[in-house]
């Protein structure tokens, strides 16, 4: 094949022939050909002396695919070798492409048509820029200004270049390029910009050139951000942005670049920005009258439309998030802030996600500012009252009415009206609380919801009392699930005896609507609200004994409703609102004879009448929380025993059955009931925890026995029908109750008190039943499950479990290892819960590591090693926190220089690996403790022993340090040939220098990944998710300080339930 002769490069490649190789790649010729093309062009791309060839390609080739290909070669060049590259070389590519640059942006003609290839070339020399300039390109700004002087279309390309450089430095710098090199570019467009700003203004105030003015406007839109004040409020450009704003092709632009200069903080500018303001809604008015109907204009607008009704929402929130308070301060203003705010108003009714989070962000902000409490003034004297909007806001101390107090009090009377017309549209806009499962499909159907919307979080908190809109002349579903889900939000926000009033108002009206509706269609929506809203209020209800009891009464009426999705959410609101108020139901309350679940107990078989089995487990579940409150133990045993007479009586009816003939227990109707009556002993026992031990007690032995049993089922059935039948859904119902019992154990010893006498009891009966029947199975025929349980085992009963140790390491160790280390996919859920395993260990019975043989040792340490390597996120990041854990554990032990000896270089060297591989990304602050830890040791002198094998290795180091730091020199340059020795050593030096500083350390090694290229062009923010999340409990805290802004399911419930 003549396309084999371009391998030689030792002359000018055949460019003919190169042209058809990428249209044969390119072509819809055969699969073969295409594939011989693929190989050849990657052959010449992996060609070390191939990027010499591109200017003779680019010079004559006429074939855009060819040419791109051509700079696909270069790039590679100048990202991963180019400071390699000999003076010359460098300055020649350079500029040619300069050249190449100017000469097709030059033509109007060329410029249109070659648009992509020359945008390449941009992105090109702004590769080149990031290693020449400053330092060996000074001249760059001056050069590109007076060559855009030239000519409107070059001065064109010119603003393309010089917007890329900015958002390569300003925006895109982070995990691509060293913190150094990003300081030295910054301070070098800093010091030039005055040339760019001179371009900028001359081309905005004499072009008449629509694309020229719109790439200016662009490339001003990437520095507004950044550049010396100066520049904007002491020069023309405000007046000259605000001028050409009306112009409808430039209007977006123009906006955006308002939006920037909006967003600019400092003290002594306010003028310039209020004057900027008033001018800019003296022109809006004209392009948008406030009159405008603005969702429906955006519901028909085309994209620019659109985007300008998202760019001045954007613009206004920005504005005011800074300079509201200026707007504020003066008469003649407040009318332009007031019009601004309800054009943001209107906006926030637009159907589309993006702009509402962009308005609801800055409405959280505002209302924030003016019913939070502000810091300085909450003294301890302060007292709750109700403002205008049943928000707790502290009245001020007396002293302070007329200072902050009175302050807070006028801005409060001024946005009274927005205000007003905001709690409107919060109303209208409320989000799908997830606890919501009965919704309308898109036939016009009410159904169960089992989707969750996570999108939106609800964060409205400024709703007046709402009970009005309910008097059933003019409701639809909707309207009446979002003021629910309004009314639900708002929980915790008011002053109990408010909300007390409010509440009643509001079930009031809704049982009354239910009364006055029908069809059973909308008594379901009626229904569903209620019980949402009920669930939202659990001081209310723990406060009025009666109207609990109601309400848990009227749930179990719903209990019997077979309407879809009306069961399921009475069960789920039964059980949340037990969990927040289950004393209530234990002590007798003024008026009744007996505890509400004595009563409840009495009349269980009717209430769950017509539950599905998972219902009846929730039901089962909420009765357990109740039970689990009642102080009195013989009382709570009583009520457990009754609680679980239905269950008993069959289990023991299976049994009985079972002893007389035990091929009973091999139907499946039978196999279902065992599962179903396993399962509903979980739900208590989640809930009870210790107290369940009388019923587990009852049914252990028995459970076993029929764990066995269908443990050799399976096996047998996988035996003789080969891997399929652990397919079969016999075979998997089998499992199902296997499972099972694992959880009701693993469910039971993990809520349970710490008891050693139930450890005790509990323990050494499973080790056979379980251990040995995992040990014994074929590998299909294997419970995960089983590692999970001796996990939460030793979790629990910690060093107790010591010398049973070497007996589970021997039952599960090998034998599961096999299965998980044959490649990376099969046994998923086994993978994750032996590293689980082996770190409950490590942690709590590290002594019994001791007693492993060497060979033993090494496959646990291989076995972490091969779990960090691994790319799925979970089993990778199980990995390095049990290798944290085992190193900090042998080196406080006397095996510490043996061990290290053994692993030190190994783990590092693994560790540096994984450091580098793109996949491993999210396991980056573990590799950072890890190698920190590593060098940490070395530095201090802790290892007494030397690292290095003597024999190898005769020359002797002065210490372990100076050996480590050789050692890691030399891993690195082999392994990084693109990075010079000097950079090597200076990183190692860093590392050694930051042992004890983590955030340096840590930045030593985001340079070092930016230095080896092999996280270049990627999203690296998984590098900085420490940091993003420490930014996330920040905001959750502030959260938290607001009432009623977190979910009352969400929070750990202080108040006492007594």
């Known amino acids: 094949m003549a396309a084999e002769n371009l391998r030689d490069l030792s002359q000018p490649i055949d460019v003919p022939l190169l042209d058809a190789t990428v249209a044969a790649f390119y072509g819809t010729g055969s699969k073969e050909q295409r594939t011989a093309a693929d190989q050849i062009l990657r052959d010449l791309q992996n060609n070390p002396d191939m990027w010499l060839q591109v200017m003779h390609i680019l010079q004559n080739t006429q074939s855009l695919n060819t040419k791109f290909f051509a700079l696909q070669v270069l790039e590679g060049v100048i990202k991963y070798r180019w400071n390699a590259l000999p003076a010359e070389q460098r300055d020649g590519m350079k500029n040619f492409i300069s050249d190449v640059i100017v000469q097709l942006s030059g033509n109007e003609a060329s410029f249109r048509t070659e648009r992509l290839y020359v945008n390449k070339l941009n992105i090109i020399l702004v590769q080149i820029l990031k290693h020449e300039w400053p330092v060996r390109w000074r001249s760059f700004i001056p050069d590109l200004v007076s060559a855009a002087k030239t000519s409107e279309t070059i001065c064109e390309n010119c603003m393309a270049i010089l917007k890329l450089l900015s958002e390569e430095v300003f925006d895109f710098s982070r995990g691509e390029m060293t913190q150094q090199k990003i300081k030295e570019l910054k301070q070098s467009l800093n010091s030039e910009f005055q040339l760019i700003h001179e371009l900028c203004l001359y081309v905005l105030s004499v072009s008449q050139r629509t694309e020229l003015i719109r790439a200016t406007l662009s490339t001003l839109h990437a520095f507004l951000s950044w550049i010396p004040l100066g520049y904007i409020f002491e020069s023309p450009l405000l007046e000259t942005l605000l001028k050409i704003f009306p112009i409808p092709a430039y209007q977006n632009l123009t906006l955006q670049c308002l939006t920037e200069v909006a967003a600019l903080q400092f003290g002594n500018l306010c003028d310039a920005h209020i004057k900027m303001y008033n001018i800019f809604m003296v022109q809006l008015q004209t392009i948008l009258p406030p009159s405008t109907n603005i969702p429906e204009a955006y519901s028909h607008g085309s994209s620019e439309e659109q985007a300008f009704i998202q760019n001045l929402a954007l613009f206004f929130t920005s504005f005011y998030k800074v300079h509201i308070r200026i707007l504020e301060s003066t008469q003649e203003n407040i009318s332009a802030l007031l019009l601004g705010l309800e054009y943001l108003i209107n906006i926030s009714y637009v159907d589309d996600t993006e702009v509402f989070k962009v308005c609801l962000d800055y409405w959280n902000v505002l209302v924030s500012e003016l019913f939070e409490p502000p810091q300085r003034c909450m003294v301890n004297t302060a007292v709750a009252s109700p403002n205008m909007i049943g928000l707790q806001v502290p009245v001020m101390p007396p002293g302070m009415v007329d200072g902050l107090g009175s302050q807070l009090l006028q801005r409060r009377q001024l946005y009274a009206g927005s205000m007003s017309k905001l709690r409107m549209l919060m109303i209208c806009r409320m989000a799908k609380p997830e606890e919501v ?44 699930n979002t003021l629910c889900w309004a009314i639900g939000s708002i929980s915790g926000s008011m002053m109990e005896e408010q909300e007390n009033r409010f509440l009643v108002m509001v079930i009031r009206d809704l049982l009354n609507l239910c009364e006055i509706t029908k069809g059973k269609d909308n008594k379901a929506v009626i229904a569903s609200n209620i019980m949402y809203v009920v669930g ?140 179903n009556i396993l399962q509903t002993n979980t739900s208590v026992a989640s809930s009870l925890g210790t107290f369940f031990l009388p019923q587990i007690t009852l049914i252990f032995l028995d459970m076993l026995n029929v764990y066995r049993m269908y443990s050799e089922l399976i096996s047998k059935s996988i035996a003789e029908g080969g891997p399929f039948a652990s397919r079969t859904s016999y075979v998997k119902l089998l499992r199902s109750v296997k499972r099972e019992t694992l959880k009701l154990v693993d469910t039971f010893l993990d809520k349970a008190e710490d008891q050693p006498q139930i450890g005790k009891q509990f323990v050494p009966p499973m080790m056979d039943p379980v251990l040995g029947d995992y040990a014994r199975n074929v590998p299909d025929a294997r419970e995960s499950e089983v590692l999970s349980l001796f996990a939460t085992i030793i979790n629990k009963y910690k060093a107790a479990m010591v010398d049973d140790v070497p007996r589970i390491f021997e039952a599960v160790f090998q034998c599961t290892l096999e299965m998980i280390t044959k490649n990376f996919e099969d046994y998923p859920e086994h993978r994750l819960k032996f590293f689980s395993l082996l770190r409950a260990i490590a942690t709590h019975c590290f002594p019994a590591l001791f007693c492993l043989s060497s060979q033993q040792l090494k496959l646990v340490m291989d076995s972490i090693i091969w779990a960090f390597r691994h790319t799925e996120r979970n089993i990778a990041e199980t990995g390095l926190n049990l290798l944290l854990e085992m190193l900090k554990k042998f080196q406080a032990s006397e095996f510490c220089n043996q061990f290290y000896r053994t692993y030190f270089l190994t783990i590092e060297q693994e560790i540096f690996a994984v450091l580098t591989d793109t996949f491993h990304k999210p396991g980056f602050k573990l590799h950072v403790l890890v190698l920190q830890h590593l060098f940490c040791l070395a530095e201090t002198g802790a290892l007494t022993e030397p690292l290095w094998d ?107 339930d007594s």
């Not at 990183?987 to 340096?1000: A, C, H």
């Open 950 to 1056: 003597g024999a190898t290795n005769p020359y002797p180091y002065p210490s372990n340090a100076a050996f480590v730091h050789e050692f890691t020199i030399k891993l690195l340059s082999t392994s990084f040939p693109n990075m010079t020795t000097a950079e090597v050593t200076q990183l190692v030096k860093g590392l050694f220098e930051s042992t004890n500083d983590l955030s340096t350390f840590k930045t030593h090694i985001r340079d070092f990944l930016v230095q080896s290229k092999e996280f270049s062009a990627q999203d690296n923010k998984d590098l900085y998710a420490e940091e993003a999340a420490a930014q996330r409990e920040r905001e959750r805290q502030r959260m938290l300080s607001i009432p009623g802004l977190i979910a009352p399911s969400e929070l750990q419930d202080e108040m006492v």
């Open 437 to 480: 499962l009965i919704v309308e499909d898109e036939n016009g159907n009410i159904v169960r919801e089992t989707m969750k919307d996570n999108d939106v979080l609800v964060q409205y908190k400024m709703l007046r009392k709402l009970s009005k809109q309910l008097s059933g002349e003019d409701w639809t579903w909707n309207n009446l």
């Open 536 to 675: 939202q209020y659990p001081r209310f209800l723990r406060a009025h004994w009666k109207f609990l009891k109601t309400v848990v009464n009227k749930l179990f009426e719903f209990m019997h409703e077979t309407h879809p999705g009306v069961q399921d959410m009475a069960c789920d609101t039964f059980l949340k609102i037990v969990q927040k108020c289950k004393r209530k139901f234990v002590i007798t309350q003024v008026g009744e004879n007996e505890p509400f679940v004595s009563e409840l107990l009495t009349g269980l078989p009717t209430t769950i009448g017509d539950l599905e089995p998972h219902q009846i487990h929730t039901f089962y579940e909420s009765v357990g929380n109740m039970i689990q409150a009642e102080s009195d133990a013989q009382k709570r045993d009583e009520y457990l025993q009754k609680l679980m007479v239905l269950p008993n009586q069959r289990w023991m009816e299976i049994i009985g059955k079972a002893h007389q003939n035990v091929e009973f227990l091999k139907d499946q109707d039978v196999i279902r009931t065992v599962l």
